[in-house]
């Protein structure tokens, strides 16, 4: 027993066993069709029995989930900022949050088609309370962060799970995947959580901060997608919000999402890697002693990598014009480029309910206002 077991994803000696055991799950049946549409269900049956590793699993079967994917509901996926990583290196990578399965599947997809170590990746064990889905999150090289525990319980789930972050990045030479805060950022505002932080630092040992923070070899990285597939599907819970309500999620609502998320259509996909948080460590060592005033200096050093790199899409520009009622930005898009965005807009909520409106455009225009507002404040 080891005391990462229940967090923890499969070791490669339990692989066969564990895709043997939902290979016959209708929801696997399912997934290979949509993978393999033209492949006959023998076929890939017999293909499982020759998996021995997460690996050979990822690189025969999830990549070329994730291919198909980008082929039914998207114009493509870009990247940029990776060529300037070392292939040899495990990284801490640290995200923005827009999808449940789509951010971290595709910088897998972007890593190992540059040839960089692909990443463990966090997930929340919410998300995967269905014996299927918790099987494929561990096949596919997921950990699970634990949800809805005690205080005192949610303290060593921390502590375990940031030694486990240390152990896969030191030990394992693994690459790390983790977002910038829990739960996805449904208004469009991407902030890092200093709680994500204050865990990753748990691993320290007597290391200061700032030279634990060298040691993950932080890497922030943007993904921005023109059209948010679940855009519609956050709404419910940016109104309770707006009305001081509380939102209670519905029974399926997270695997609804998950399905949404990864068959909606997402038109054009950007990732940018930022570099390495390096020298920017040994600025706030040298100027901050207060370890909570480092831990909001890194949190904003990520936040303005993540803001500055985020691709803006003809769409952020479309939903800042109409959200002023203005043509600051008409020089970014083209008239049949607004008037799909505005027929979307109408399809997907009320457009008579002028908050409804006014919140959709904000998911939409946000990450350009929060550039235009890091842009300044860089200016001065």
Do not use: C
């Not at 827009?98 to 088609?113: H, P, W, Y």
């Not at 950022?185 to 630092?201: E, F, H, R, S």
């Not at 390495?276 to 040298?286: G, P, R, S, T």
């Amino acid at each position: 027993m080891s005391k990462f077991d229940e967090i923890r994803y499969f070791h490669d000696q339990e692989v066969n066993e564990a895709l043997g055991s939902v290979s016959r799950d209708p929801m696997m049946k399912a997934l290979m069709n949509f993978t393999f549409p033209d492949t006959d269900e023998q076929i890939w049956l017999e293909q499982f029995k020759n998996i021995h590793s997460i690996s050979d699993f990822q690189r025969h079967f999830i990549a070329q989930t994730v291919r198909q994917i980008l082929t039914k509901s998207s114009d493509g996926l870009t990247t940029s900022g990776f060529d300037q990583l070392d292939k040899n290196t495990p990284y801490l990578f640290i995200s923005n949050h827009r999808d449940i399965v789509l951010d971290t599947s595709l910088l897998n997809l972007a890593l190992l088609e540059s040839g960089h170590i692909m990443t463990a990746s966090a997930i929340g064990d919410n998300l995967v309370g269905r014996k299927f889905l918790n099987i494929l999150a561990k096949l596919n090289r997921n950990f699970l962060v634990q949800r809805g525990l005690s205080l005192r319980d949610q303290l060593k789930s921390s502590q375990i799970m940031s030694e486990y972050i240390e152990q896969q990045l030191h030990q394992e030479k693994r690459s790390v995947w983790i977002a910038q805060r829990e739960g996805r950022a449904k208004d469009g505002n991407d902030a890092t959580q200093q709680g994500v932080l204050k865990m990753l630092a748990m691993a320290a040992g007597d290391q200061s901060l700032t030279d634990y923070f060298k040691f993950l070899k932080i890497v922030p990285i943007s993904i921005s997608y023109e059209y948010d597939p679940t855009d519609s599907l956050k709404m419910p819970q940016l109104l309770a919000k707006h009305r001081e309500e509380e939102y209670i999620k519905g029974k399926n609502e997270d695997f609804t999402t998950m399905l949404s998320g990864i068959l909606g259509q997402k038109k054009r996909i950007h990732l940018h890697a930022g570099h390495v948080i390096d020298k920017e460590l040994d600025d706030i060592a040298a100027t901050i002693e207060n370890k909570n005033k480092q831990l909001q200096a890194v949190a904003q050093i990520i936040d303005d990598s993540i803001i500055r790199n985020y691709k803006l899409w003809p769409t952020k520009f479309i939903a800042y014009d109409l959200l002023h009622n203005t043509q600051t930005y008409a020089s970014q898009y083209t008239e049949q480029e607004k008037q799909l965005f505005i027929r979307r807009l109408e399809m997907r909520i009320d457009p008579s309910d002028p908050v409804s409106k006014e919140y959709f455009l904000s998911m939409y225009a946000n990450p350009l206002i929060n550039k235009i507002k890091i842009e300044e404040s860089f200016s001065e």
